[in-house]
C-alpha cells in the first residue's frame, strides 16, 4: 500500500462529545444535517478539483529528492516505492494548499503517512512507539542538514558546495566571449608558427597527448573501487544470493499456450484475468473474450484460403472468432510444518529469523504463509494461510517442546490446507518447509501405537510415504527439508536413524524435496545457506 492513515478514538472530551453530537443529528435528519454541510464540501471538491490542475507545475527541487533518499536509507527501507509515494505525497499536498513548491509542512505530512506501516513490515519486533521514535529521531537529524534552496539564496558569502540552488543566478551568470574585446595578450607558444611535416599535410590542433576519460586502463580505476559501508551486510547478501522464491517461480512452467513469458516470476495462463498476451481457437461454441487481432488476421487468411472477396462491412463466422489467452502472475503459499519435540524445540525458536527473511520477498509479492506444528500426540494448526508474516512470527515464539513426534499428522493437516487453498485458487503454488530431524515415532492409522522396536518405526515410515505420494499428486508441491546439524555422540538421542534416514529419502524420491543440514547455533548461516541451495 501507499499510505497509511490510522484511525483512533479520540480522547479529547470535546472533540469526543462534538461527534457523538453530529451522529446523533444525522441518525434524526440526515437530510437536513447534509444540508448544512453542503457549502463545506463543495469548497472542498473545488479545492481538489484546483489541486489536481496545478499537480504537474509543482516544483520538485533535486535537493529534496536527495532529502527523501537519505531518509529511506537511515530507516533501512530498501524499496524503491517509499521513496516515489513520499514525494508524490508531498507534491499532492502541496498542490492542494495552492502552492507551487515544495515546502517542510508537505514534509512533515508525507512523513506521518509513507513509512510507519513499510517500518512495522520489516522490523516485526519493534512497538509502535518505537518506531514512532525512530522515524523522528532520523527526521529531525536529516532536517537539520537540509537546506531549502527557497531561503537560502546563493551569494559570494554562502558560495559552497553544500548550499546551492538548481536554478541559474543572474550573479553568476557565465558571460559570452567578444572577440573584439579580448585583450589577453597571446602566450610564446600561441606565436610559434605551425609545425611542418612531411607528407605537408595540414592537420587540425590537438590537444596534449594523454589518455581520454572513456579509455582510462582498468587498472588505472582500481583506486577508485572503494565499497559503500552504508549498506548493511544483510542487504548486500539479499542482493548477492538468488532468491528462494523467485527460484521455484522460475524452475516452475506452468504456461502452456505456447507463447512467450516475461519476467522471473512465474506466469499462469488464464481466460478471465491477467494481461492479453496470447490467442487460441475457443475450447467452446461461445468464446469468453475475442481477441480482435487474432480473429482479422484468422479471417484474412480464410479469405485467401478460400479465393473470395473482402466485404465491407466485415462479417466474421465461427470459424474466424479467436480467444484471448491471458497471463498473470502466480502466487504462493509458504506451509511452515515445523517439528516442535523436544528434541527440536531450541531450533524451532530461529525459524523466526528464517521466515523473516522470506518476508520481503513475501510482502513484494503479497504470498501467503501458514504454520503447522507437531508435538506430543497430534499437530496443530497454529497459523491458516495469511498475509500477515507477523502474526504468524509472534505465534511461533510462544511454541512449548513437548516429547514425541507425530509427523504423519502433519503431513495430514498440510493436505487438508493444500486442498482448501485450491478451492480458492486452483493456481496456488504450494511451497512446504518441513522443520524436523525426521524422528517419527507416532502414528495416525494407529493412534495408541508409540514406536519403540524396529517393526514400528517401519511401520511409521512406510505411512509416511503414502502420505507423501498423497500430497505430491495432489498439487505438485515444492518440498524442502531442514534438518539440523547433529554431532556423532547426539544424532541418534531421540531418533531411530534407519527410520529417519528412509523419510528423508521418501521425501526426495516421490516429492522431489531438497534436503539441506543446517548449523543450529548459528542462525545467520542457516538464511544464507537456504538461498544458496534453492
Same mark, same amino acid.
Request: hydrophobic content about 35%; some cysteine; overall charge positive.
Given at each position: 500500500?501507499?499510505?497509511?492513515?490510522?484511525?483512533?478514538?479520540?480522547?479529547?472530551?470535546?472533540?469526543?462529545?462534538?461527534?457523538?453530537?453530529?451522529?446523533?443529528?444525522?441518525?434524526?435528519?440526515?437530510?437536513?444535517?447534509?444540508?448544512?454541510?453542503?457549502?463545506?464540501?463543495?469548497?472542498?471538491?473545488?479545492?481538489?478539483?484546483?489541486?489536481?490542475?496545478?499537480?504537474?507545475?509543482?516544483?520538485?527541487?533535486?535537493?529534496?529528492?536527495?532529502?527523501?533518499?537519505?531518509?529511506?536509507?537511515?530507516?533501512?527501507?530498501?524499496?524503491?516505492?517509499?521513496?516515489?509515494?513520499?514525494?508524490?505525497?508531498?507534491?499532492?499536498?502541496?498542490?492542494?494548499?495552492?502552492?507551487?513548491?515544495?515546502?517542510?509542512?508537505?514534509?512533515?505530512?508525507?512523513?506521518?503517512?509513507?513509512?510507519?506501516?513499510?517500518?512495522?513490515?520489516?522490523?516485526?519486533?519493534?512497538?509502535?512507539?518505537?518506531?514512532?521514535?525512530?522515524?523522528?529521531?532520523?527526521?529531525?537529524?536529516?532536517?537539520?542538514?537540509?537546506?531549502?534552496?527557497?531561503?537560502?539564496?546563493?551569494?559570494?558569502?554562502?558560495?559552497?558546495?553544500?548550499?546551492?540552488?538548481?536554478?541559474?543566478?543572474?550573479?553568476?551568470?557565465?558571460?559570452?566571449?567578444?572577440?573584439?574585446?579580448?585583450?589577453?595578450?597571446?602566450?610564446?607558444?600561441?606565436?610559434?608558427?605551425?609545425?611542418?611535416?612531411?607528407?605537408?599535410?595540414?592537420?587540425?590542433?590537438?590537444?596534449?597527448?594523454?589518455?581520454?576519460?572513456?579509455?582510462?586502463?582498468?587498472?588505472?580505476?582500481?583506486?577508485?573501487?572503494?565499497?559503500?559501508?552504508?549498506?548493511?551486510?544483510?542487504?548486500?547478501?539479499?542482493?548477492?544470493?538468488?532468491?528462494?522464491?523467485?527460484?521455484?517461480?522460475?524452475?516452475?512452467?506452468?504456461?502452456?499456450?505456447?507463447?512467450?513469458?516475461?519476467?522471473?516470476?512465474?506466469?499462469? +495462463?488464464?481466460?478471465? /484475468?491477467?494481461?492479453?498476451? &496470447? *490467442?487460441?481457437?475457443?475450447?467452446? #461454441?461461445?468464446? $469468453?473474450?475475442?481477441? !480482435?487481432?487474432?480473429?482479422?488476421?484468422?479471417?484474412?487468411?480464410?479469405?485467401?484460403?478460400?479465393?473470395?472477396?473482402?466485404?465491407?462491412?466485415?462479417?466474421?463466422?465461427?470459424?474466424?472468432?479467436?480467444?484471448?489467452?491471458?497471463?498473470?502472475?502466480?502466487?504462493?503459499?509458504?506451509?511452515?510444518?515445523?517439528?516442535?519435540?523436544?528434541?527440536?524445540?531450541?531450533?524451532?525458536?530461529?525459524?523466526?529469523?528464517?521466515?523473516?527473511?522470506?518476508?520481503?520477498?513475501?510482502?513484494?509479492?503479497?504470498?501467503?504463509?501458514?504454520?503447522?506444528?507437531?508435538?506430543?500426540?497430534?499437530?496443530?494448526?497454529?497459523?491458516?494461510?495469511?498475509?500477515?508474516?507477523?502474526?504468524?512470527? +509472534?505465534?511461533?515464539? /510462544?511454541?512449548?517442546?513437548? &516429547? *514425541?513426534?507425530?509427523?504423519?499428522? #502433519?503431513?495430514? $493437516?498440510?493436505?487438508? !490446507?493444500?486442498?482448501?487453498?485450491?478451492?480458492?485458487?486452483?493456481?496456488?503454488?504450494?511451497?512446504?518447509?518441513?522443520?524436523?530431524?525426521?524422528?517419527?515415532?507416532?502414528?495416525?492409522?494407529?493412534?495408541?501405537?508409540?514406536?519403540?522396536?524396529?517393526?514400528?518405526?517401519?511401520?511409521?515410515?512406510?505411512?509416511?510415504?503414502?502420505?507423501?505420494?498423497?500430497?505430491?499428486?495432489?498439487?505438485?508441491?515444492?518440498?524442502?527439508?531442514?534438518?539440523?546439524?547433529?554431532?556423532?555422540?547426539?544424532?541418534?538421542?531421540?531418533?531411530?536413524?534407519?527410520?529417519?534416514?528412509?523419510?528423508?529419502?521418501?521425501?526426495?524420491?516421490?516429492?522431489?524435496?531438497?534436503?539441506?543440514?543446517? +548449523?543450529?547455533?548459528?542462525?545467520?548461516?542457516?538464511?544464507?545457506?537456504?538461498?544458496?541451495?534453492?
Amino acid at each position: 500500500m501507499g499510505l497509511e492513515v490510522k484511525i483512533k478514538a479520540p480522547r479529547n472530551t470535546q472533540l469526543r462529545a462534538e461527534i457523538t453530537k453530529r451522529v446523533i443529528e444525522f441518525d434524526d435528519n440526515p437530510k437536513e444535517f447534509i444540508k448544512n454541510f453542503e457549502e463545506d464540501q463543495f469548497k472542498l471538491r473545488e479545492k481538489i478539483l484546483s489541486a489536481r490542475k496545478i499537480l504537474k507545475e509543482v516544483q520538485i527541487p533535486s535537493s529534496v529528492y536527495e532529502f527523501v533518499s537519505k531518509i529511506v536509507s537511515e530507516l533501512e527501507i530498501f524499496s524503491q516505492r517509499a521513496d516515489i509515494t513520499f514525494i508524490r505525497c508531498a507534491r499532492a499536498h502541496a498542490a492542494l494548499n495552492a502552492r507551487k513548491g515544495i515546502t517542510s509542512e508537505d514534509l512533515n505530512v508525507a512523513m506521518d503517512l509513507v513509512f510507519e506501516h513499510r517500518i512495522q513490515s520489516l522490523h516485526y519486533e519493534m512497538t509502535p512507539e518505537e518506531i514512532k521514535s525512530k522515524i523522528a529521531e532520523v527526521y529531525g537529524k536529516i532536517k537539520e542538514a537540509y537546506e531549502d534552496t527557497d531561503i537560502l539564496k546563493p551569494n559570494r558569502e554562502t558560495e559552497g558546495a553544500l548550499k546551492h540552488s538548481d536554478e541559474l543566478q543572474k550573479e553568476f551568470k557565465r558571460q559570452s566571449v567578444d572577440p573584439n574585446k579580448v585583450d589577453i595578450p597571446e602566450t610564446k607558444e600561441q606565436k610559434l608558427p605551425a609545425p611542418k611535416y612531411p607528407d605537408n599535410k595540414r592537420r587540425n590542433p590537438k590537444p596534449a597527448g594523454g589518455f581520454k576519460v572513456k579509455n582510462i586502463p582498468y587498472d588505472d580505476l582500481k583506486f577508485f573501487d572503494v565499497k559503500d559501508s552504508s549498506v548493511p551486510f544483510i542487504y548486500q547478501m539479499e542482493k548477492k544470493l538468488t532468491s528462494i522464491l523467485d527460484n521455484i517461480r522460475k524452475d516452475r512452467k506452468i504456461t502452456d499456450y505456447g507463447g512467450r513469458g516475461i519476467g522471473r516470476r512465474i506466469k499462469i +495462463n488464464s481466460s478471465q /484475468k491477467g494481461r492479453y498476451v &496470447s *490467442y487460441r481457437t475457443p475450447m467452446n #461454441a461461445q468464446p $469468453k473474450t475475442i481477441a !480482435l487481432d487474432a480473429t482479422i488476421r484468422n479471417y484474412l487468411k480464410n479469405i485467401v484460403y478460400n479465393k473470395t472477396e473482402i466485404d465491407f462491412p466485415l462479417h466474421f463466422n465461427r470459424y474466424d472468432l479467436m480467444d484471448k489467452v491471458y497471463e498473470y502472475r502466480a502466487p504462493l503459499v509458504l506451509f511452515f510444518v515445523l517439528d516442535s519435540s523436544a528434541s527440536m524445540y531450541h531450533v524451532i525458536k530461529q525459524m523466526t529469523d528464517v521466515i523473516m527473511s522470506l518476508h520481503q520477498e513475501g510482502y513484494r509479492k503479497r504470498d501467503k504463509i501458514a504454520l503447522v506444528i507437531f508435538r506430543g500426540k497430534k499437530a496443530v494448526v497454529l497459523q491458516k494461510p495469511t498475509l500477515n508474516f507477523k502474526l504468524a512470527v +509472534n505465534k511461533i515464539k /510462544k511454541i512449548e517442546g513437548k &516429547s *514425541y513426534t507425530p509427523m504423519a499428522a #502433519a503431513l495430514t $493437516k498440510v493436505t487438508h !490446507l493444500i486442498k482448501v487453498e485450491k478451492l480458492k485458487n486452483r493456481n496456488v503454488i504450494p511451497v512446504v518447509f518441513i522443520c524436523s530431524d525426521c524422528g517419527a515415532n507416532i502414528s495416525v492409522k494407529y493412534p495408541e501405537l508409540i514406536a519403540q522396536v524396529e517393526s514400528d518405526y517401519g511401520l511409521i515410515a512406510r505411512e509416511i510415504k503414502e502420505l507423501t505420494k498423497k500430497l505430491s499428486k495432489l498439487s505438485k508441491i515444492h518440498m524442502v527439508v531442514l534438518e539440523p546439524k547433529k554431532s556423532y555422540a547426539t544424532q541418534a538421542l531421540g531418533v531411530h536413524t534407519y527410520s529417519a534416514e528412509k523419510i528423508k529419502k521418501n521425501f526426495k524420491k516421490y516429492a522431489n524435496a531438497q534436503l539441506f543440514k543446517f +548449523n543450529k547455533y548459528n542462525p545467520s548461516s542457516l538464511i544464507l545457506e537456504l538461498k544458496k541451495i534453492l
